[in-house]
């Protein structure tokens, strides 16, 4: 983002007295102004100007480029941190968030063992169904916010733990975006799934939507997961989102939870 936009000056800000200016400019018609400069740090988030795992500029360069005072910059970036966009590291800076990060692959896992927890347990052995290009249904499409008919990929795979397969998951992708995304890409890459979607399409997920209940599998499902096919599953549908609530991703996963639970933080 190379224009620097006009603000009315923080009282706060270097260079200001008492909320008065040499040049006065016009205060847009929303505020507070700390929302105004979270809406601009998010521009240069989605346009790729830090990319993941990449620091920012320091609040005081910030505060400088925007013409706002350290403070406002530094309420900006408690939100976005608080929403798991920014990082801060002590002593070192504020950082892109990365789904590369140890402690990020899981923040969208929610299945986790009833004995240790998902970093003991250890990776899960990933096996890879099938990729294919095909046209959205009706419901895929009002998911992803497409046009019924528009290019889509769909993607499935299992997830085993200890050799036991323990997650089905069927998965729906924006054909555009992930072009060129194909079952020998998926298989190849050994990272978290959403590591692979930031690092080589540039797409990060930010936040996600999830319905959850209990089913039972059909004749196919149970044979994937080598269970009998009256075995009750947790159904986790999952709608995921990149910058600007642009949905990204459907997922439907099915869970076989006799040795795993799902877990939520809720507060």
Same mark, same amino acid.
């Given at each position: 983002?190379?224009?620097?936009?006009?603000?009315?000056?923080?009282?706060?800000?270097?260079?200001?007295?008492?909320?008065?200016?040499?040049?006065?400019?016009?205060?847009?018609?929303?505020?507070?102004?700390?929302?105004?400069?979270?809406?601009?740090?998010?521009?240069?988030?989605?346009?790729?100007?830090?990319?993941?795992?990449?620091?920012?500029?320091?609040?005081?360069?910030?505060?400088?480029?925007?013409?706002?005072?350290?403070?406002?910059?530094?309420?900006?970036?408690?939100?976005?941190?608080?929403?798991?966009?920014?990082?801060?590291?002590?002593?070192?800076?504020?950082?892109?968030?990365?789904?590369?990060?140890?402690?990020?692959?899981?923040?969208? @896992?929610?299945?986790?063992?009833?004995?240790?927890?998902?970093?003991?347990?250890?990776?899960?052995?990933?096996?890879?169904?099938?990729?294919?290009?095909?046209?959205?249904?009706?419901?895929?499409?009002?998911?992803?916010?497409?046009?019924?008919?528009?290019?889509?990929?769909?993607?499935?795979?299992?997830?085993?733990?200890?050799?036991?397969?323990?997650?089905?998951?069927?998965?729906?992708?924006?054909?555009?975006?992930?072009?060129?995304?194909?079952?020998?890409?998926?298989?190849?890459?050994?990272?978290?799934?959403?590591? @692979?979607?930031?690092?080589?399409?540039?797409?990060?997920?930010?936040?996600?939507?999830?319905?959850?209940?209990?089913? @039972?599998?059909?004749?196919?499902?149970?044979?994937?997961?080598?269970?009998?096919?009256?075995?009750?599953?947790?159904?986790?549908?999952?709608?995921?989102?990149?910058?600007?609530?642009?949905?990204?991703?459907?997922?439907?996963? @099915?869970?076989?939870?006799?040795?795993?639970?799902?877990?939520?933080?809720?507060?």
């Amino acid at each position: 983002m190379n224009q620097t936009p006009s603000f009315a000056l923080d009282p706060a800000a270097p260079g200001t007295e008492g909320g008065a200016s040499a040049q006065p400019t016009q205060t847009p018609a929303f505020s507070p102004l700390y929302q105004q400069i979270k809406g601009l740090i998010l521009q240069s988030l989605q346009s790729g100007e830090w990319k993941p795992g990449e620091a920012i500029p320091s609040e005081m360069d910030l505060a400088a480029r925007f013409r706002v005072s350290q403070g406002t910059v530094r309420k900006a970036i408690d939100e976005l941190a608080a929403e798991n966009l920014l990082l801060r590291r002590q002593g070192k800076g504020t950082f892109v968030a990365t789904h590369a990060e140890q402690h990020v692959q899981y923040r969208f @896992l929610r299945l986790m063992p009833d004995q240790g927890d998902n970093q003991s347990e250890g990776p899960a052995e990933r096996t890879i169904i099938d990729c294919k290009r095909l046209r959205a249904s009706a419901d895929v499409a009002r998911a992803l916010a497409l046009r019924t008919g528009d290019s889509v990929l769909q993607a499935r795979r299992v997830l085993s733990f200890a050799g036991r397969p323990t997650i089905l998951e069927d998965l729906w992708l924006p054909g555009t975006p992930f072009k060129g995304l194909t079952a020998e890409r998926l298989s190849l890459y050994h990272g978290p799934m959403y590591a @692979l979607f930031e690092t080589e399409f540039g797409v990060r997920m930010v936040r996600a939507e999830e319905k959850i209940r209990a089913v @039972l599998p059909d004749a196919a499902q149970a044979t994937l997961l080598k269970i009998p096919k009256n075995t009750p599953l947790l159904s986790v549908e999952r709608i995921a989102y990149t910058y600007n609530d642009v949905p990204m991703e459907l997922r439907r996963g @099915l869970y076989l939870t006799d040795t795993h639970h799902y877990h939520n933080e809720l507060g």
